[in-house]
């Protein structure tokens, strides 16, 4: 764990005679972390925030504690404002307190929330109240730091909102918010004062943020605990053949494994809907249940999103187990029995960022040494095909290549069935050949009376049909290639319609993390109400399926004469733009995986339109046999 750290009696010296000392300090700390340079924003929040702060601990006799800034949570981006470390004045033990800093002078509830905030001059709205975000951290450090795993009272949390007084946040005294922590306002700073004599003696914190820093990082066994009940309620569902021999292959791995002290990596490959997810759901829950540390991750925002907020639904704390790959960077070796690892396709070559130092940079390991290294039984579940960035490098074969470099033992699974409710393994054979994916090339399609395939007329039909669909009582999503602009939502908020053909036109999903009217957030577009309305991408689409599935093929991919045609000049993803970072040949490949994730996520049909005349053409004289 990583923090900017300083005794208070430091920062109470800088405050007073040069705080850009500190200002500095934490600018470069935040570089170092990968977390990109601290805007102007930020850095008058510190300026602000701190100088308060270190008036306190020096009114509140509390020089010795040391002051843990920008303290980084384990195996995850969020970062607690501040973490003091001291004694307890009464039972003399290690004693922390997490502090939320809050500027805010007034706020008030969001729509009648007790729980949301509507707070005056906010970027975003609602907010979640400041003690409750406080909680939050507490109970993940409690979950996953084993020095306060073992003694959790040891950790308080208190958001403190130096420029409010009582009168601007009235609403956020409400006995119904359930906070744990507590709020303190500038109006009364003595009771903030007493509340950390309370917590913290005046006498040095060194050895307690020593002990704090260097913990063992895991889930507790309270955590898994709570995950496996959790997950428990979730599991309605039977794995079949090479599904269960993946689950019992890793189980079996994992005994093993910890009684003969041993490293070995399984990879499952599959195509969509051979029931990687449910696999790795299933080992999730059974061992946790067994009392292994156990966390899942993936390199896909949308998909982990949805994963915590499906998986760990009535817990939030069951939601810290899902993280994703870059979080492993600095993992303890060897500190997880098992890792699993969904989505695996989308590894990247390394976990750093162009926020990262240089001289990071030059030293970084491979991801996939990173995720070899943090668990004795790592779990790679891919579907090759759908590499579709540069830099990403999830293949069975490179990640054999990885192990066997390094002396590691292989297992490999291959998963032929077809699991969930619908899909079509044929409709995904034809996709394969279609795109030149798997050997030989287009064929006319046969039919499979499970699953329906059309080509409309237009991107107007398209949607038409889907609706019907939708009216029916099923779910359905509109996909494209990444051939037109994506703008930012209006000043009023609502989303440019973007995707053009014609005289038709929607915007695509919402770019970002928070709602944009009734458009979900960028991670939801494919699960949560109101995702129909915009398009979406290959990078909010992959990881999903859905009952009816609507492909656009943009002019970045078309069909001329007896083969595909790859075209840059149409393609608007930025990743793919450069020759210099992505030759012709790659950008070929990349974009014939993009149109596979594409295709292959309806799980009862898909309706197809292509806005180029001869590859419709090729698309209808294929799938003619079948209607």
């Not at 033990?93 to 805010?104: C, G, H, R, T």
């Not at 699974?413 to 699991?419: H, R, S, Y």
């Not at 799980?603 to 053409?617: K, R």
Request: with cysteine.
């Amino acid at each position: 764990m990583d923090a900017l750290r300083r005794s208070a009696a430091e920062l109470i010296a800088y405050v007073g005679s040069d705080f850009s000392v500190i200002e500095r300090a934490l600018a470069d700390f935040l570089m170092y972390q990968g977390a990109g340079r601290p805007g102007e924003s930020e850095r008058r929040s510190w300026r602000s925030s701190l100088s308060v702060l270190a008036d306190d601990l020096r009114q509140a006799d509390l020089g010795a504690v040391e002051v843990l800034l920008e303290y980084q949570m384990p195996m995850t981006s969020k970062r607690a404002d501040v973490v003091l470390a001291g004694v307890h004045p009464r039972t003399g033990d290690p004693s922390y307190v997490a502090i939320e800093l809050k500027q805010w002078s007034r706020a008030r509830r969001w729509e009648g929330s007790e729980t949301l905030l509507d707070v005056d001059g906010a970027r975003y709205r609602p907010v979640l109240h400041p003690a409750l975000q406080v909680d939050g951290y507490v109970d993940y450090l409690r979950d996953f730091t084993a020095v306060l795993s073992s003694a959790p009272e040891s950790i308080v949390g208190a958001a403190y909102l130096h420029n409010a007084s009582e009168d601007g946040i009235t609403d956020l005294r409400s006995p119904g918010v359930g906070a744990a922590s507590r709020l303190f306002t500038g109006q009364h700073r003595g009771e903030f004062h007493d509340f950390l004599r309370s917590r913290l003696a005046p006498v040095s914190g060194v050895r307690a943020a020593d002990r704090l820093l260097s913990s063992h990082v895991a889930p507790s066994r309270q955590l898994l605990s709570v995950a496996a009940e959790e997950i428990r309620q979730r599991e309605q569902f039977e794995l079949l053949d090479e599904q269960r021999v993946a689950y019992e292959l890793v189980m079996n791995t994992v005994r093993t494994a910890s009684r003969a002290d041993t490293k070995t990596v399984v990879v499952v490959s599959g195509g969509p809907g051979s029931g990687k997810s449910v696999i790795a759901l299933s080992l999730l829950g059974e061992l946790a249940r067994e009392g292994r540390t156990v966390m899942h991750g993936t390199g896909s925002r949308s998909f982990t999103q949805t994963l915590r907020a499906v998986a760990g639904r009535g817990s939030p704390r069951t939601k810290n187990l899902f993280a994703y790959f870059n979080s492993f960077m600095t993992a303890e070796r060897n500190g997880l029995d098992v890792l699993i690892l969904d989505e695996a396709h989308r590894l990247r070559a390394t976990s750093v960022n162009r926020y990262t130092r240089k001289e990071v940079r030059a030293e970084a390991r491979p991801q996939v040494d990173e995720l070899f290294d943090a668990a004795r039984v790592p779990v790679f579940l891919l579907d090759q095909y759908q590499v579709v960035r540069p830099g990403e490098m999830g293949s069975v074969h490179e990640i054999r290549e990885h192990a066997e470099r390094r002396g590691l033992r292989v297992l490999e699974v291959d998963l032929t069935g077809q699991f969930r409710s619908g899909g079509s393994d044929a409709w995904v054979e034809w996709v394969l050949r279609l795109l030149g994916l798997d050997g030989g090339g287009p064929e006319p399609w046969t039919g499979d009376d499970r699953f329906v395939v059309e080509v409309a007329d237009s991107p107007a039909d398209l949607e038409s049909r889907l609706r019907d669909r939708l009216a029916s009582g099923m779910n359905a999503r509109m996909t494209a290639g990444y051939c037109w602009p994506w703008s930012d939502p209006r000043p009023d908020g609502t989303l440019v319609d973007d995707v053009v053909v014609g005289d038709w036109a929607r915007p695509w999903n919402v770019r970002g993390e928070r709602a944009v009217g009734d458009a979900p957030p960028s991670a939801l577009w494919a699960t949560a109400e109101g995702g129909f309305e915009q398009v979406g991408c290959v990078y909010t689409a992959q990881g999903f399926e859905y009952s009816w599935n609507g492909v656009i093929l943009g002019p970045d991919l078309v069909w001329r004469g007896d083969r595909w045609v790859a075209r840059r000049e149409h393609n608007r993803d930025p990743d793919l733009r450069s020759r210099k970072t992505v030759d012709d040949a790659t950008f070929d490949r990349l974009v014939r995986n993009v149109y596979k994730v594409l295709l292959t996520r309806g799980m009862v049909g898909t309706v197809l339109f292509s806005t180029d005349e001869e590859t419709q053409a090729k698309l209808r004289s294929l799938l003619r046999p079948a209607r």
